[in-house]
């Protein structure tokens, strides 16, 4: 059956990155979710401290867009953001790292996210692995590292990089390879509620949109 319009709403991190977002444009995000009734808004860690409405989630990004930053930046970043009120934080991977097949939890991607877990506290923490610029091998090796570094979500994308957004492929591996242990974050391009329908039926329990209205507008109460 197609879940209904409600409950994609509560599956949406209504998201706002653009470097240039003014206060005013992060007002209007907030007044939209509240509006549209999505989980939670997630915007750049610049825009902290936010007040948002009783039952509205505050998520931001960590180590952003690229994932190039050190450990000790992102995890000082993470833990800035939660005492500033976030109450979940999309960290990127160290792309560097996976593409070395550094995984390690010396001085590899598991180090790193556990070092970003730690400074999260109860906070909820999404390990962005950048999907469309990783082969499946790295895909699995990503979401691996992340569980066993105590993230709570696996997400495919920042949204920003050349090689592209979410896919189907992508999220139904990351599915299968957390289980149902982890939440499993579609994001990056999802533009209709055919997109958002689809990344749900591989196995996506969030949904990451910048479009949360139009892909809303085209599903049935
Ligand atoms: O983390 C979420 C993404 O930045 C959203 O990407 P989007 O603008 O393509 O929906």
Redesign the pocket.
């Known amino acids: 059956m197609t879940p209904a319009r409600a409950q994609i709403a509560a599956m949406i ?1 209504h ?1 706002l ?1 653009a470097p240039e977002a003014t206060a005013g444009r992060v007002a209007e995000l907030v007044a939209e979710a509240a509006e549209l009734g999505t989980y939670s808004i ?1 915007v750049s860690p610049n825009q902290l401290p936010l007040q948002v409405p009783q039952g509205l989630h505050l998520a931001t ?1 960590c180590g952003f ?1 690229s994932g190039a930053h050190s450990s000790a930046v992102k995890a000082a970043e993470a833990g800035e953001a939660v005492a500033k009120g976030a109450q979940e934080v ?1 960290m990127v991977v160290n792309l560097r790292l996976v593409k070395e097949g550094n995984f390690s939890d010396v001085d590899g991607v598991q180090a790193e996210i556990r070092a970003v877990k730690e400074a999260c506290g109860q906070a909820l923490l999404k390990v ?1 692995i950048e999907s469309a610029a990783l082969d499946d091998e790295e895909i699995v090796a990503c979401c691996r590292a992340a569980e066993a570094a105590g993230a709570d979500y696996v ?1 495919t ?4 990089h050349p090689a592209g ?1 979410a896919s189907t492929h992508a999220v139904a591996l990351m599915r299968a390879t957390v289980g149902d242990r982890l939440g499993v ?1 579609a ?5 209709t509620a055919q997109d958002a329908l689809a990344m749900v039926e591989a196995g996506a329990s969030r949904l ?4 949360s209205a139009a892909v809303l507008a085209g599903l049935e109460d």
Do not use: E, N, Q, Y
């Not at 990451?208 to 479009?211: E, F, H, K, T």
């Open positions: 991190d998201t990155l997630c990004v867009p999309d962005i997400k994308s920042t949204g920003f957004g974050k994001s990056g391009g999802i533009r990451g949109l910048s479009a």
